[in-house]
């Protein structure tokens, strides 16, 4: 079992910048991936970035390519994510997701994912 616990969110003028982090209780393998996910009021879930361990592989929504980072804390099971240039149409609850047992196809699949967090909220304001 993997505890996800989330921290970050909050309020944000459009163009401001926001990072969240999001500390795993344990890392069950080498194949591990961390991911964000986020769903805005009446829509559903949709990918934002995710981080393979493994070979520190990244995969980004085209909706946040070159605005947003996601990255590890060296040595622990750790991940962040940077987001700059927001917009208000980012605004969103954000979870944290975790698996070890995805193949690169999966990696922005939500269904996919076992171990989720409890989610923080990030609004931007116009």
């Known amino acids: 079992q993997v505890q996800l616990v989330e921290s970050g969110g909050g309020l944000v003028l459009a163009g401001g910048s926001l990072r969240l982090s999001c500390a795993a209780s344990?890392?069950?393998?080498?194949?591990?991936?961390m991911g964000w996910f986020r769903q805005a009021p009446g829509k559903e879930r949709e990918f934002v970035a995710t981080?393979?361990?493994?070979?520190?592989?990244?995969r980004y929504a085209d909706s946040v390519k070159g605005r947003f980072t996601i990255f590890r804390e060296n040595g622990k099971n750790t991940v962040f994510l940077q987001m700059n240039n927001l917009k208000p149409e980012d605004t969103a609850v954000y979870y944290c997701?975790?698996?070890?047992?995805?193949?690169?196809?999966?990696?922005?699949?939500?269904?996919?994912?076992?171990?989720w967090g409890q989610g923080t909220q990030v609004t931007v304001s116009s």
């Open positions: 997701a975790a698996d070890s047992t995805l193949i690169t196809s999966q990696l922005s699949n939500p269904g996919a994912y076992d171990y």
């Open positions: 344990t890392r069950t393998s080498t194949n591990f991936a």
């Open positions: 981080y393979r361990f493994n070979g520190g592989i990244t």
